[in-house]
């Protein structure tokens, strides 16, 4: 099966090592990143990575993808750990150009094999190339690349959940007193970040979320300034 892979897909070097990055968000806030690793073609549970993202304000799949690929492959460059032969961004030729960022930072070019997993139509794009690989549908190599990235959306999903079953996803919103995680959700849906919320006008809170809790909000963020009469 690897062999048939590393045929397909060109590769230099039988790809015994694979990683797939996915990012993951509940209701457009609260942003997680996920990384599983296939050996030998199984899965090695222990090497799998959850990442909170830590860099990034709102909601933004492309800097949390260089945020993570950066702290993945600093780590195993610091722990002098192997490399993988081939990592698989899920998400397509977006994701991959922000993936990118992070192995030319890191002076990997060359190092790895990094392609782009189209989400809906499994085209798979290597860097630089305008067209995209579409792998026969009950092929092995796409059973494979199929079965990783499924496994990555059920890790990073599986992460999302135990963290709000825990309550882990706090923001300022949640601590202002008569606004509830409902709300907070809605306006991080919107405006993206708690910093967004903050610049907003009165007006702009009551037309998201109402008279009577865009004030909260908006007396919360501006309390002590001198109001203009």
């Not at 085209?123 to 995209?132: A, K, N, V, Y």
Request: hydrophobic content about 35%; some cysteine.
């Amino acid at each position: 099966m690897l062999y048939k892979l590393q045929a397909d897909l060109e590769l230099q070097e039988l790809p015994v090592h694979i990683e797939c990055f996915d990012n993951s968000n509940f209701r457009g806030a609260y942003p997680v990143s996920a990384c599983v690793v296939f050996k030998d073609g199984v899965a090695s549970k222990k090497d799998y990575r959850h990442f909170n993202i830590k860099t990034v304000e709102g909601i933004n799949d492309f800097a949390s993808m260089t945020e993570v690929v950066y702290r993945r492959y600093k780590r195993l460059l610091d722990e002098q750990q192997p490399l993988p032969q081939l990592v698989i961004i899920d998400g397509g030729k977006g994701q991959l150009g922000a993936a990118l960022e992070s192995i030319r930072k890191l002076d990997l070019i060359g190092s790895m094999t990094v392609v782009g997993l189209a989400k809906n139509e499994e085209e798979i794009f290597f860097p630089g190339d305008s067209q995209s690989i579409k792998l026969p549908y009950d092929s092995e190599s796409l059973k494979l690349i199929r079965r990783i990235r499924d496994e990555v959306h059920r890790f990073g999903i599986t992460f999302h959940r135990q963290k709000r079953s825990k309550g882990t996803f706090k923001n300022e919103l949640e601590g202002i007193k008569g606004i509830g995680e409902n709300t907070a959700t809605q306006l991080l849906q919107t405006f993206r970040s708690v910093t967004k919320v903050k610049a907003l006008s009165l007006d702009d809170l009551v037309k998201e979320i109402g008279q009577a809790k865009g004030k909260i909000v908006y007396d919360y963020f501006h309390k002590g300034e001198d109001k203009v009469s």
